[in-house]
């Protein structure tokens, strides 16, 4: 229950915050998805000290102008309009015109329109730039339904047209238009609206995606603080995106039918409600949302399956770091957003990592109590890490510069090293060792003994230092971070071959094992997929591979004849006749890394083009369709990092 003056303070906050903004839109838009065409009234306030100049986007032009009630000029799609800057004014800007259609591939930059479903990211309205506040009426042919983000205060539907009326809840940087052939479907939870707003085909996974939110909502509102927000919705888009904006998320119709969505990335995407929209990304250090949101969704989701999986996560993040090209081992306070999976490796993943090694650094309790903080304090702000570093380091009562220090501003991985172990009956001595400049790092090292394990934390800020432990009972292995709780530098042999391997090389090529031209094209396309740029298709005349990475790819008959021909082992036997298609990696004799896709047809082959990309962290997948029902890792190797210790002959 809230008290009469807890929801009074909340109210005088929200006018605070709206007060704030240089700039309110009040907005009216007609827009016809089938023609791409717009017409908008916009009556702005430009509050003193705002903004004084405007744009639209292209394909919009500007039909009347009238500033405090006198008609204006600036160019067909904006610019300075001549005021003082120093008063507040009244805009009225009436617009119109096309927008493109939606393009057959690649994701949209600027607006784009179809009755299938239309994005307007921004410049659909005249834009000045910087926070602005808004209410925004559409208004769109039925049975096309349309939104903004904000909160619903009006919708009807009357003769041929629907039309909905969205409010800002705060100052926003953005505003993007949704519109599409929607079946919208509603259920209200603890009073906040939640909606999908599905095509016709995908309306029975309306259920699953409001349920699902419904639970992430109640979690994170309990983990970190009330939603900020009177609802989320979930929109289905023609383009393949998975986007997130204020209490909603826009996502494409194929990725929304991958069966892992709703328990992963739907959570990730909620979670931004409070990373990155709730809290904004000042960005002048870099971008900390997608590591920590990563952190408290993603990680957290594969953490409840339990210790192994969660292991197994942090394996996958530090082998894709091993793989990951120089050149792409950019520190995380340079991460501004993700353009290409590479970026994921460290701003999302490595910035996960941090996460996790900090909550081990000074305990679940402080972190979560830093986590509450720094939403208290930065609600409807936007944040730096130096702000989230306070927040942690008042939770745990002490500086916490240093570790924020080595693991944002540095790139790269502390490498470590066992050498000088001895064992004695109740004692084991070794020396752990890391390059030039040391980090500061607290080394978990176990030693298994006949009574069971032994785990000690090391702390190590020299590159070399002699540690001992004493036990109890006879030692007979000694490991260091056995569960790979540090970020660090893997040996080569502690990683086992995976897809993206050669995804990530930018020298790699594709040898195509098709024998007709339909499957050709398929391949090509799941090629470019996987690299996300056109292949390099090389020949393999009598199966010599080209020597260096290389991927495989084609018809299962084809892809076994071209590996025998090129000498090299087939199918794993632990894959052979499984699902409808099949991908793994491998190292060839030189160390040279491949990836084979082996499909059992055309169509085969096309299912997997779009999810394949999303297993390349792994060593091995098989699809049957569009469906992944098996992958993993092949076993690792044995790790330099763990030593059997000599077991004595009783005298
Ligand atoms: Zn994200």
Do not use: C
Request: proline share 9%; aromatic share 10%.
């Amino acid at each position: 229950m809230i008290r009469a003056g807890a929801l009074l303070a909340l109210a005088l906050a929200a006018q605070a915050l709206a007060a704030d903004a240089p700039v309110h839109h009040v907005l009216t838009l007609r827009f016809e998805p089938a023609q791409r065409t717009l017409e908008g009234t916009d009556r702005v306030t430009l509050r003193a000290g705002g903004p004084g100049a405007f744009k639209l986007a292209p394909g919009l032009a500007i039909v009347r102008l009238v500033v405090d009630g006198k008609p204006a000029e600036v160019g067909a799609r904006g610019g300075r309009i001549a005021v003082d800057q120093g008063a507040s004014h009244e805009v009225v800007v009436e617009y119109r015109g096309d927008v493109v259609p939606v393009p057959e591939t690649a994701d949209a930059s600027g607006p784009v329109a179809g009755t299938d479903g239309s994005y307007l990211p921004d410049g659909w309205f005249p834009t000045f730039g910087g926070l602005f506040t808004y209410e925004v009426t559409i208004d769109v042919p039925d049975p096309q339904r349309a939104l903004t983000p904000g909160r619903l205060t009006s919708e009807t539907t009357d003769g041929a047209r629907y039309r909905a009326s969205f409010a800002s809840i705060a100052p926003v940087a953005e505003l993007p238009l949704f519109a599409g052939p929607y079946r919208v479907s509603e259920r209200i939870h603890r009073g906040w609206r939640l909606r999908t707003y599905f095509d016709a085909g995908a309306a029975d996974l309306s259920d699953t995606y409001l349920e699902r939110t419904a639970d992430y909502l109640d979690l994170y509102d309990g983990w970190i603080g009330a939603y900020p927000y009177p609802g989320f919705s979930i929109v289905s888009s023609p383009l393949p995106v998975g986007l997130a904006f204020p209490g909603m998320t826009y996502i494409g119709e194929q990725v929304l039918r991958l069966p892992f969505i709703p328990a992963t990335s739907l959570g990730h995407e909620v979670l931004h409600s409070w990373w990155g929209e709730g809290v904004r990304v000042d960005g002048r250090d870099g971008n900390w949302a997608e590591g920590l949101t990563t952190f408290m969704a993603d990680y957290t989701f594969t953490e409840r399956r339990g210790e192994d999986a969660a292991r197994d996560q942090r394996l996958a993040w530090l082998r894709e770091f091993a793989i990951l090209p120089p050149a792409e081992d950019r520190p995380l306070d340079s991460f501004r957003g993700r353009m290409h999976t590479a970026s994921q490796a460290t701003g999302y993943h490595k910035a996960a990592f941090v996460f996790e090694m900090l909550r081990d650094e000074i305990g679940p309790d402080a972190f979560a109590t830093g986590v509450r903080r720094f939403w208290q304090a930065h609600r409807f702000e936007a944040a730096t890490w130096k702000d989230l570093e306070a927040a942690f380091a008042s939770a745990a009562s002490r500086s916490l510069t240093p570790f924020f220090t080595q693991w944002l501003h540095r790139p790269g991985a502390p490498r470590l090293g066992l050498g000088d172990v001895a064992s004695e009956p109740a004692r084991v001595s070794f020396t752990l060792t890391q390059d030039e400049p040391p980090y500061v790092l607290g080394v978990p090292v176990t030693v298994e003994t006949a009574a069971g394990p032994v785990g000690r934390t090391m702390y190590l800020a020299e590159t070399a230092r002699t540690f001992a432990v004493d036990v109890t009972a006879e030692p007979r292995t000694l490991a260091v971070d056995p569960d790979l709780r540090l970020f660090r530098r893997l040996d080569p042999a502690e990683i086992p071959p995976i897809l993206r391997e050669v995804a990530f090389d930018p020298t790699a090529e594709t040898v195509l094992a098709v024998s007709d031209p339909a499957t050709g094209t398929a391949a090509r396309e799941l090629a470019a997929r996987l690299f996300e740029r056109p292949p390099t298709v090389a020949e393999a005349p009598d199966g010599a591979l080209p020597p260096r990475a290389v991927l495989v790819v084609g018809l299962t008959d084809d892809v076994a004849a071209l590996l025998t021909r090129a000498r090299l082992e087939g199918v794993p036997p632990a894959l052979a006749g499984k699902g409808t298609a099949r991908a793994w990696a491998a190292r060839r004799g030189d160390r040279a890394p491949i990836a084979v896709v082996a499909a059992d047809g055309a169509d085969a082959l096309r299912a997997i083009a779009r999810p394949l990309p999303h297993y390349g962290g792994e060593s091995f997948v098989v699809f049957r369709g569009a469906e992944a029902v098996e992958h993993g890792l092949w076993p690792p190797g044995a790790s330099p990092l763990r030593v059997s210790l000599p077991t004595r002959s009783p005298r």
